[in-house]
């Protein structure tokens, strides 16, 4: 029984299925918190994108040695490489109907995300011969990754609303509300990076942890969220019941980097502090309905 609640985990966790989730529900926290009812061609969009890119940024590093990898999640996913490509080759081809279902300003604002997206793993910049791609310059990579979620699951949800009349949602709000997107995902994906600095120094990733140093990046992400907390007190219409499910989880959230060291197992990471794109979500459902 254990072994193959392992192994559907294994497969949530490691084909990116859960990660495409997450990108689900912070789409679903948007509308949530703006009390609009969800458009499903941008959530479904959401998700097969997220699958696409995920999978496509770690198809393409296929190492030579993979079973030898320190990393279960590498073993895994090349190890079930014809699985992972159909998968991706599935989202592909679901987007390309998804894309021409949604307004011009929408697929203008795709088109760029996308670009952005590519460039971050593909080496399509080129120094003294040296091949790199966005991700490998200097600082840019956490900044690359919290913009691209947080105009994804804010700003296009909210450009396709404003665009079909559902409603209007000035640019004060937007801006506001993808900011603090922005925290949140920036503060929850450094960890990762301080999982991965040993790796990242011999490779000459400049990330935070890199740069900084381990425990420097471990301020910054409370840092990251301590902002986010004081916006939601200071930007929010009163204390009500979303106000204590967002911070709720950003408490949560701070709890989790703090015991996030780099001996944590996959688990940890991929589960725990991805889950909490899924669980902000889950918590504004809970105390709304119990406030």
């Known amino acids: 029984m254990m072994n193959q609640l392992r192994k559907f985990l294994d497969f949530l966790l490691f084909s990116n299925v859960f990660i495409a989730l997450g990108a689900v529900a912070q789409g679903l926290v948007t509308y949530h918190l703006l009390n609009i009812k969800p458009v499903y061609t941008i959530l479904a969009f959401l998700f097969f994108a997220t699958l696409t890119i995920y999978n496509f940024s770690i198809l393409i590093q296929k190492p030579q040695d993979y079973l030898n990898s320190p990393y279960r999640r590498v073993r895994w996913i090349f190890s079930h490489y014809r699985l992972n490509i159909s998968i991706t080759l599935i989202a592909v081809l679901s987007l390309i109907p998804l894309f021409f279902l949604l307004s011009f300003a929408s697929k203008v604002l795709l088109c760029l995300l996308g ?63 993808t900011a603090k997107r922005f925290l949140f995902v920036a503060a929850i994906t450094v960890p990762f990076d301080i999982r ?66 780099w001996e944590k197992n996959e ?5 725990y502090l991805d889950g909490t794109l899924i669980l902000q979500y889950l918590m504004l459902l809970l105390f709304n309905l119990s406030i």
């Open 115 to 177: 670009l952005v997206s590519f460039g971050y793993s593909l080496p399509l910049f080129s120094v003294n011969n040296k091949k790199f791609g966005l991700r490998n310059i200097p600082g840019l990579k956490l900044f690359l990754i919290a913009t691209v979620w947080s105009v994804s699951t804010v700003a296009l949800p909210i450009l396709e609303i404003n665009e079909l009349h559902i409603s209007f949602i000035s640019l004060q709000d937007t801006t506001l509300l």
């Open 196 to 261: 991965d600095l040993f790796q990242d120094k011999n490779s000459d990733l400049k990330t935070i942890p890199t740069i900084f140093g381990e425990n420097k990046a471990y301020l910054f992400c409370q840092f990251l969220l301590a902002l986010y907390l004081v916006m939601l007190f200071v930007f929010n219409d009163g204390f009500n019941a979303s106000f204590f499910g967002l911070m709720f989880t950003i408490v949560l959230a701070g709890w989790l980097i703090l015991k996030s060291t």
């Open 267 to 271: 688990y940890y990471y991929f589960l």
